[in-house]
């Protein structure tokens, strides 16, 4: 299984239309609600709503959508596991609460997706600066870091190539696969080190440290489908909570 590193869509998909501080700000009616609630419906109303937008970034196919959201089901069944098995070790709702943990894990993380799959990383930095006025300096860093994000994959593929040309193979011995896998990461992260202290210099050295306030030359516009974007998400969450409060499954955590 290949790491999940691409970032931004290979070609413009439905959901690019949308300004990435939208749908930054559509997480602000998510999140809150996702947070509070503690019963099964109103993550899983969520999450419909949010698996009916997989198509429109470009997600309609199984097998991208594995390779984008893998590392987050694991997470999701893992926090399941968890809580059964503690759940139950302290007299818990085992399953039902568990189902609903991993339910909310889903839709909390699954916005994040939507924003990589569909967002390039510089219309997201022009638009936090523009928008938010977040600093260049900051937006324009982080943009430079996540360029250099998928190169992770093609070096970690190439040192274990390497290692394996030296002769260098674990078997099946799991130890072994412990020890290579610990060496290799190393390996990497002594790498990323080493260019990212190469690319805070050439940046320095091009003036992203020197103060001066920078103009934008692409701009960033918020439009009518924005608002209707930030309503969206503020009606799925709204429907979300009377539903359950109808259906006598509103449980807020804060509440107990």
Do not use: K
């Not at 139950?88 to 039902?96: E, T």
């Not at 998928?150 to 078997?171: H, V, Y």
């Not at 412990?178 to 990323?192: E, H, I, K, N």
């Not at 190469?198 to 091009?206: C, I, K, P, Q, W």
Request: glycine share 10%.
């Amino acid at each position: 299984m290949s790491l999940p590193l691409s970032l931004g869509p290979a070609r413009p998909v439905p959901l690019s239309s949308i300004n990435p501080v939208a749908q930054l700000g559509a997480l602000g009616f998510v999140l809150p609600v996702l947070l509070v609630s503690g019963g099964l419906l109103t993550p899983l109303i969520v999450l419909a709503a949010e698996v009916c937008l997989l198509p429109a970034a470009g997600l309609a196919r199984p097998r991208a959508l594995l390779a984008r959201t893998w590392p987050l089901l694991l997470g999701a069944a893992g926090v399941a596991w968890v809580n059964v098995l503690f759940g139950d070790a302290s007299g818990g709702s085992g399953w039902p609460s568990a189902i609903a943990l991993a339910v909310r894990v889903l839709a909390l993380a699954l916005p994040g997706v939507l924003l990589v799959a569909s967002t390039d990383p510089v219309r997201l930095a022009d638009a936090l600066t523009v928008h938010w006025r977040v600093s260049t300096r900051f937006a324009y860093g982080a943009l430079a870091a996540l360029r250099l994000v998928p190169l992770l994959a093609t070096e970690w593929q190439t040192i274990r190539l390497a290692r394996r040309a030296r002769g260098i193979e674990p078997g099946r011995n799991p130890v072994a696969h412990a020890r290579l896998f610990a060496g290799t990461a190393f390996a990497l992260l002594v790498a990323a080190v080493r260019r990212g202290t190469r690319l805070a210099t050439a940046m320095d050295a091009r003036g992203f440290d020197s103060g001066v306030e920078r103009s934008n030359a692409r701009g960033s516009r918020l439009r009518l489908r924005d608002a209707g974007y930030l309503g969206g998400a503020a009606l799925v969450c709204l429907l979300a909570v009377l539903v359950s409060v109808r259906a006598g499954d509103w449980h807020p955590v804060l509440g107990g």
